[in-house]
């Protein structure tokens, strides 16, 4: 594996259409998407929804679409995520340019741990076995402006002890 190699990935997505999915699904939605300690905090259920649903969409681009065995829950948000330097920089570089181009400041930043068919996807598109030992962890930061949120994933590989 080459250091410093990592996986990225962008989503926008229409508030409006996850209104939808929820309006024809309810709650069940919402838990086929993220378990309830995942949503990412908003007090419109709908935006914490549609922010989390794009975070995953990010995650899904920089993993290179949805593997076979994929579930959006192979992505859980960690509340108390290990310190990833590198890819809060690659954040903090990255950031400015999606806010130049959609015009959405992206703010909060939370970390991921991926598994699953996504994990395995990940380490694949990396070069890296599982038998290799390291993990993929990733790191998001989204925004909002009206009806559209905008996501930014990295995906880096980790030690073991970084990714639990």
């Known amino acids: 594996m080459t250091a410093g190699t990592v996986l990225f990935g962008v989503d926008v997505l229409d508030i409006r259409r996850i209104v939808r999915a929820i309006d ?6 919402v838990r086929h998407v993220a378990a309830d300690d995942e949503l990412l905090p908003d007090p419109d259920v709908a935006v914490a929804t549609a922010a989390t649903v794009a975070v995953k969409e990010a995650l899904i681009k920089a993993v290179g679409g949805r593997p076979p065995g994929f579930t959006w829950h192979d992505f859980a948000r ?3 995520p290990p310190d990833l330097p590198e890819s809060s920089r690659l954040l903090g570089e990255l950031a400015p340019q999606i806010t130049r181009d959609t015009g959405i400041t992206l703010g909060a930043q939370c970390t991921y741990r991926i598994r699953g068919a996504s994990h395995d996807a990940a380490l694949a598109r990396l070069g890296v076995t599982a038998t290799d030992g390291p993990s993929v962890a990733g790191v998001a930061r989204w925004g909002r402006r009206d009806d559209t949120v905008v996501a930014l994933a990295v995906l880096v590989p980790t030690t073991a002890k970084e990714s639990s």
Request: hydrophobic content about 10%; cysteine-free.
């Open 24 to 29: 024809y699904s309810g709650s069940a939605y």
């Open 78 to 80: 960690r509340p108390n």
